[in-house]
Antibody
Framework: VQLLESGGNVVQPGESLTLSCVAS????????MTWVRQAPGKGLEWVAS????????QYSDSARGRFTISRDNSKNTLFLHMTSLRLEDSATFHC????????????????WGQGSLVIVS | IQLTQSPSSLSAFVGDRVTITCRAS??????LAWYQQDPGKAPKLLVY???SVQTGVPSRFSGAGAGTDFTLTISRLQPEDFASYYC?????????FGQGTRLEI
């Protein structure tokens, strides 16, 4: 399993940014996927999850209304589109794979990418 | 569901046995996982469903508990075990993590 995030950048407050996560080594379309972020020196914070088909989406309170999670199963790619970015959104964003296929339950995350750094300043 | 880990940091020696605790604000059955994270690295799944050790994880790692109280035990610390550890509940959304435990030499 390999998860490779990209798209992180330095942006100003109020701007938008889209992160991508390209997956390989497993049947991407069978697994729900999740974004988790980690502010510098801080702990892990769940952001959003999307079912394997893309039709069931969950957001954290901090992400709802500003962030959009989506996926393109034909390209084995997960996305996180972020708008109205705030200073407190500065973090490394990790994509992570759900442990069990076709699961609609809240996930255990068995594989993680190294992350993509977003700095809002 | 809030998860409270203790201690927040812990100093130990190679060869020691250490236990980290995670307490949930309400019952979550056995819907708890433990992760290890080295600085600047991706988290790694150690234990799922409270006590099932992930494939490839050394047998010195073990998890226990149910309901609201959970533990992660490392039976004989190795140099590569000095890292941060997080618990996570998957009982219901929103997913939540404990604040982390930093294990130092």
């Amino acid at each position: 399993v390999q998860l490779l995030e990209s798209g992180g950048n330095v942006v100003q407050p109020g701007e938008s940014l889209t992160l991508s996560c390209v997956a390989s080594g497993f049947p991407f379309s069978s697994y729900a996927m999740t974004w988790v972020r980690q502010a510098p020196g801080k702990g892990l914070e769940w952001v959003a999850s999307v079912s394997n088909s893309g039709d069931n989406i969950q957001y954290s309170d901090s992400a709802r209304g500003r962030f959009t999670i989506s996926r393109d199963n034909s390209k084995n790619t997960l996305f996180l589109h972020m708008t109205s970015l705030r200073l407190e959104d500065s973090a490394t964003f990790h994509c992570a794979k759900t442990m069990f296929p076709y699961s609609g339950a809240p996930p255990t995350l068995d594989s993680w990418g190294q992350g993509s750094l977003v700095i809002v300043s | 569901i809030q998860l409270t880990q203790s201690p927040s940091s812990l100093s130990a020696f190679v060869g020691d046995r250490v236990t980290i605790t995670c307490r949930a604000s309400q019952s979550i059955g056995i819907s708890l996982a433990w992760y290890q994270q080295d600085p600047g690295k991706a988290p790694k799944l150690l234990v799922y469903s409270a006590s099932s050790v992930q494939t490839g994880v050394p047998s010195r790692f073990s998890g226990a508990g149910a309901g609201t109280d959970f533990t992660l035990t490392i039976s004989r610390l190795q140099p590569e075990d000095f890292a941060s550890y997080y618990c996570q509940q998957f009982h219901r959304y929103p997913l939540t993590f404990g604040q982390g435990t930093r294990l130092e030499i």
